[in-house]
């Protein structure tokens, strides 16, 4: 392997990282793990692995700038290597073959992430090899984190590490990781969509109080139809308007890209009183702006009764909360009750704080780099509706950016192959992001922290 060493780029080492099956729950990461560990030993980083279950590892490696700017901290990469499952779906091509046909990467993982990790080490083997040469000596540290776990609860991955491990962040502040960067199409502009944060998730229990009594006999107002009165509201009726400082910003952005009337539609959403009204009147197009502008409930499970002939005098129902970054539990329970009453028992659950605040040092860099790849797209700022392990690296301190290049076709998908049968990424998507990836590492990192 050594003499082969620096020969592996994106797509072959995507390719071997989806050959192991990393389902969550079902096959433990470890083999996938130990194999990216023996590549980097190999090419001469410092490697640990850190587990709270030794069959699902989590690997941290470290290349040692030979002249440090202590003004500049380290660069951080990371994500996962679990997979969500393949049962139940059906596939034209082996998931876990790693097949190359039409050029295409067909298998669980080609974009959540392995593809993305292909990515990444492509572009620090290159580093790795540059600095040995003599070509290139960076004034800072880089680490390489894949972890496990993300898929489900995270109690093996970055969140036992932040929880558990915190000294290993220490000195990091910022961090490259999943969803952003891909190209898509939306209105007829090219965009390319920077992660700069995401909301956060909670599960609350609503509870219905009411009297009880016997079944034979007519009731109203019981509990059973006040929870059902409730949930018909938080299923059909949004929650009030919120807009998040980091929302703002992404609008704000996306409004200049676009430009004209529909750039000033955009803008437009961020008046409140008109919010709603213009998310109606555009459509389908709406759907990337409405979670973003609201906290956003969906009723998962209800409970309740002991007897088919008696009235229950309390039932229950749990959700699935997201809250828009910034914004706090208080706040979010405000708004619920805003739409179904405050006689109502609101119990927290769990709750997976988000971030405080945004810092968007890197941003520009990073819009810089895409833009000079690809002259003819538009980055903008983003903020993803669902959750990943940036919402652990917050509680570190470490500012996590979604910048995971990728130039893709215009009828592609990334959002609907996610997590979907016949998963697939262009070869091309995994060239281009390992050469921009490269690049910010190598000519746009340090100049955010050079004066």
Known sequence: ?????????????????????????????????????????????????????????????????????????????????????????????????????????????????????????????????????????????IYYIAVSDEEGTSDYGMKYLVENHHEQFEGMKYAIGEIGGFSLKIMGKKLYPIQIGEKQVAEIKITAKGEGGHASMKHSGTAMERLAEAIAKLSKERLPVRIAPSVRYMMEEMSRSFGGVIGFGIKLLLKPSLTDKLLALLGTAGNLFDPLLHNSLNVTVVGGGSAVNVIPSNVWCKCDLRMVPECTMDEAITDIKSLIGSDFEIEILNYDEGMAGVDLKLYESMAAAIKKADPNGYPVPFVLQAVTDARFLARAGVQSYGFTPMDLPDDYDFTDLSHNANERVPVSALKFGAKVIYEYINDGYANNFIK
């Open 1 to 141: 392997m050594k003499q082969d060493i620096f020969n592996y780029d994106a797509v072959s080492l995507a390719q071997k990282l989806i050959r192991f099956d990393t389902t969550n729950g079902v096959n433990p990461e470890k083999d996938c793990i130990m194999f990216i560990k023996n590549i980097l030993d190999e090419a001469g980083m410092e490697t640990w692995l850190i587990s709270h279950d030794e069959a699902r590892p989590n690997l941290f490696a470290k290349l040692k700038a030979k002249n440090p700017d202590p003004n500049i901290p380290p660069f951080v990469m990371y994500g996962h290597i679990d997979v969500v499952p393949t049962e139940d779906q059906v596939w034209d091509k082996d998931p876990f073959a790693g097949i190359i046909e039409d050029g295409y990467l067909w298998g669980r993982g080609a974009i959540d992430m392995k593809g993305e990790h292909g990515m990444m080490l492509e572009a620090l083997l290159k580093i790795i090899e540059e600095t040995k040469e003599g070509k290139i000596d960076l004034p800072f540290d």
